[in-house]
Antibody
Framework: EVQLVESGGGLAQPGGSLRLSCAAS????????MTWVRQAPGKGLEWVGC????????YYVDSVKGRFTISRDNAKNSLYLQMNSLRVEDTALYYC????????????WGQGSLVTVSS | DIQMTQSPSSVSASVGDRVTITCRAS?????????LAWYQQKPGKAPKLLIY???TLQTGVPSRFSGSGSGTDFTLTISSLQPEDFATYYC?????????FGQGTKVEVK
């Protein structure tokens, strides 16, 4: 059974940092592109960024470029989102998701990790 | 960035109704494989993939869901609404980075 489990969320001050992790199981993690999507409270979905199978190709939405970094450790079946210089508007539930093979859509999602940025 | 506009923003419907949701892209998505997906989200839950590449039904999704379209105009159709289909639906384009979602369409009980 495919499972994605996020962790690492919590409360951070503006300008602070957090690192989210996504533990994958039930599939060959190293064969899949992975993505982070966020959802502010009561709002819609926003794609944050993605990473290729080797970790050497990454893309981000403009609002997080230079502040957020996606990485992966295929040996540990884990995906990461390092978030620096956090802003109040980064407050959201952060989901990790697996790409459909050969597609840029997302077939399995975690339950989400809540990040709250507030002073 | 490609903006995705869904219509309607909400729809009230009854069990058995045919429901159609439209998604319009601000510019045409790439001609090959129409990189457009549809997701269903229920309160407190992660989104669920229904359709990808505009018209390919995800494994395990009931056949009452179908997708169509190309270029800038795409449609999700639920042929006969079931009680478990009351939810919010999102389209997502992956034609160019940043990939973007529509604002969502809430399907409510009439």
């Amino acid at each position: 059974e495919v499972q994605l489990v996020e962790s690492g969320g919590g409360l951070a001050q503006p300008g602070g940092s957090l690192r989210l992790s996504c533990a994958a199981s039930g599939f060959i993690f190293s064969s899949y592109w992975m993505t982070w999507v966020r959802q502010a409270p009561g709002k819609g979905l926003e794609w944050v960024g993605c990473i290729n199978v080797d970790g050497n190709e990454k893309y981000y939405v403009d609002s997080v470029k230079g502040r957020f970094t996606i990485s992966r450790d295929n040996a540990k079946n884990s995906l990461y989102l390092q978030m620096n210089s956090l802003r109040v508007e980064d407050t959201a539930l952060y989901y990790c998701a697996r790409h459909v093979v050969g597609s840029r859509s997302f077939d399995y999602w975690g339950q989400g990790s809540l990040v709250t940025v507030s002073s | 960035d490609i903006q995705m506009t869904q219509s309607p923003s909400s729809v009230s419907a009854s069990v058995g109704d045919r429901v159609t949701i439209t998604c319009r892209a601000s510019q045409g998505l790439s001609a090959s494989r129409s990189p457009l997906a549809w997701y269903q989200q229920k309160p407190g839950k992660a989104p669920k993939l229904l359709i990808y590449d505009a018209s390919t039904l995800q494994t395990g999704v009931p056949s009452r869901f179908s997708g169509s379209g190309s270029g800038t105009d795409f449609t999700l159709t639920i042929s006969s609404l079931q009680p478990e289909d009351f939810a919010t639906y999102y389209c997502q384009q992956a034609g160019s980075v940043p990939w973007t979602f529509g604002q969502g369409t809430k399907v409510e009980v009439k």
